[in-house]
């Protein structure tokens, strides 16, 4: 009798020792989806201010084209 509780005890320990280190990943995979968010969003700013800079530039092209049509219609 003694030796079945020793493999049923065995089995419940093996058991949370797995369920530990599946925690264990599960963090780590978490801080590197984190890092990875946060990557992402340093990008997404980059982006983003270039695609500001690209917009002033095409509204100053326009300004300058819309001018040269002006005087050409004078």
């Known amino acids: 009798m003694m030796d079945l509780q020793g493999v049923i005890l065995s089995i419940i320990i093996g058991t949370l020792a797995a369920i530990v280190y599946s925690l264990r990943i599960l963090v780590l995979l ?32 326009e300004k300058k084209l819309s001018s ?3 005087k050409r219609k004078k």
């Open 30 to 61: 978490e801080r590197r989806i984190a890092a990875i968010d946060l990557n992402i969003e340093k990008i997404t700013r980059k982006i983003e201010v270039e695609e500001f800079k690209i917009e002033a530039e095409e509204r100053s092209i």
């Open 68 to 70: 040269r049509s002006r």
